[in-house]
Nanobody
Framework: QVQFVESGGGLVQPGGSLKLSCAAS????????IKWYRQTPGQQRELVAT???????NYAGSVKGRFTISRDNVKKTVYLQMNSLKDEDTATYYC????????????WGQGTQVTVAS
């Protein structure tokens, strides 16, 4: 099991940038795929970005070209660089660890709030 602490969120204007961090403890971090999800009240969590244990990445169509996911296995930290932010990106962002076959290897943390507004 991996436990995450998400940080880096805040209030940013449309078109601005934020870099989120997700610090992990426990588990064998380096062998898991790590995903960033986001959620707004009344909605299901949306998969935003994935980084595999080998460093491959995938993104939701709504963020492709604007967001970049990365990982540092020494620091046990996952990052989400968010550029050209839009109002629609407003949400609470969470990390989650899975095996390459989709098996859960973490619980949901507190998340970090991102608010994009003028």
């Amino acid at each position: 099991q991996v436990q995450f602490v998400e940080s880096g969120g805040g209030l940013v204007q449309p078109g601005g940038s934020l870099k989120l961090s997700c610090a992990a403890s426990g588990g064998v971090f380096s062998v898991y795929d790590i995903k960033w999800y986001r959620q707004t009240p009344g909605q299901q969590r949306e998969l935003v970005a994935t980084i595999t244990r080998s460093g491959g990445t995938n993104y939701a169509g709504s963020v492709k070209g604007r967001f970049t996911i990365s990982r540092d296995n020494v620091k046990k930290t996952v990052y989400l660089q968010m550029n050209s932010l839009k109002d629609e990106d407003t949400a609470t962002y969470y990390c989650y660890a899975q095996t390459p076959y989709g098996q859960s290897r973490s619980t949901w943390g507190q998340g970090t709030q991102v608010t994009v507004a003028s």
